[in-house]
Every structure is written in structure tokens, then in C-alpha cells.
């Protein structure tokens, strides 16, 4: 008896279906759907942070750091499709981030909009 693989259904909130701004080119907002958000909170290992150390010795670019904060807004952009589409939408407008320091080495990433429906206009 064979057994299928249970397939996850594709992402409905496709990113050019995201704004900074308050609306979307060639789209009309039909419902407003409220604040959604996508959160995820970081740290680095004892070795990244010593390796961390060392490229600040040398200045420029912390490619550490670098990645880790692309890590956590791109995980945290998608946490908040995810609660968009929780919600009904199939696009999310205002998008803004903001990270703050929850203690020394871990950081906090939140991303957050507001979650619409949409119609081509």
C-alpha cells in the first residue's frame, strides 16, 4: 500500500503583492483586515560572536551580522504573510519592520502591516 506525501498548499500572498505604501499599482483595497505581524527573535552562537569580533578588527561590513538580520527579517516577513492569509487577505500594505535588543546577543524582528483583500481595478 503505497502512501502519498501530504502537499503543502502554495503560498496564496505572493510577494509582489506586498507594499510599503498604502495600496497596490492597478488594484483597489475591497476590505480592510487589520494589523497582522510576523515575529522572530535571534541570537548568535558564542563562535559567531567571536568570529563577529575578529571582522570588526578589519572594519567594513560584519558579514555575520549581515546574514543574521537578513535571516530574521526574511523569517519574519513570511511569519506575516502567513498570519495575513490566516486572516483572509491576499495582500498586505504598510509594511514596516522594526528590531529591538530583548538582551545582550538576542534581538528582536518584527514585521508588520495591514492585511487586505484586493480586486484588480
Known amino acids: 500500500m503505497s502512501r502519498s506525501v ?3 498548499s502554495e503560498r496564496r ?3 509582489e503583492m506586498t507594499s510599503t505604501a498604502f495600496s ?6 475591497v476590505k480592510d ?8 527573535v535571534r541570537s548568535r552562537s558564542i563562535f ?3 568570529g563577529a569580533s575578529l ?10 551580522f549581515t546574514e543574521l538580520c537578513n535571516k530574521a527579517r526574511a523569517e519574519a516577513f513570511e ?18 519592520y522594526d528590531a ?14 495591514t492585511a487586505v483583500q484586493v480586486e484588480p481595478e
Open 48 to 50: 559567531g560572536l567571536i
Open 24 to 29: 497596490l499599482a492597478g488594484y483597489q483595497v
Open 13 to 15: 500572498i505572493l510577494h
Open 55 to 64: 571582522q570588526t578588527l578589519r572594519g567594513g561590513n560584519i558579514q555575520l
Open 33 to 40: 483586515l487589520g494589523v497582522v505581524m510576523g515575529i522572530t
Open 100 to 113: 529591538n535588543e530583548v538582551m545582550q546577543g538576542v534581538t528582536e524582528v518584527l514585521c508588520y502591516g
Open 79 to 96: 511569519l506575516m504573510l502567513e498570519h495575513a492569509e490566516q486572516h483572509g487577505g491576499n495582500a498586505v500594505i504598510g509594511i514596516r
Open 6 to 8: 501530504p502537499v503543502l
